[in-house]
């Protein structure tokens, strides 16, 4: 009989060997190489992402801030930290 090989995930590195990973990978992961063969590599996350988050609501179309009122300081570190994760 034969056997029909099955393809968990593909993924495709660009030019500069950059490639989308699925979950549980999220941007902003330590990734370690645990394992490599001809033809297999295997990576185990080391550290997940540290992203501080600052909880926000819409209210009358406008984006408010849900928690206590953040310094400037942690808003700029919070959208820097979400821009440099993706």
């Known amino acids: 009989m034969w056997e029909i ?6 993924i495709k590195l ?16 330590v ?7 001809s033809d297999d590599i295997t990576f185990r996350i080391v550290k997940p ?5 600052i909880r926000t ?3 009358q179309g406008f984006t408010m801030l849900k928690t206590a009122p953040a310094t400037a300081e942690q808003i700029v ?5 979400d821009r440099n994760s993706r």
């Open 14 to 29: 660009d030019s500069r060997r950059r490639g989308v990973f699925p979950l549980p990978f999220k941007p902003g992961d």
């Open 31 to 37: 990734l370690a190489q645990v394992g490599q063969s």
């Open 49 to 53: 992402a540290d992203v501080p988050l």
């Open 77 to 81: 570190s919070a959208i820097r930290a």
């Open 5 to 10: 090989p099955t393809v968990d995930t593909v």
């Open 57 to 59: 609501r819409i209210q």
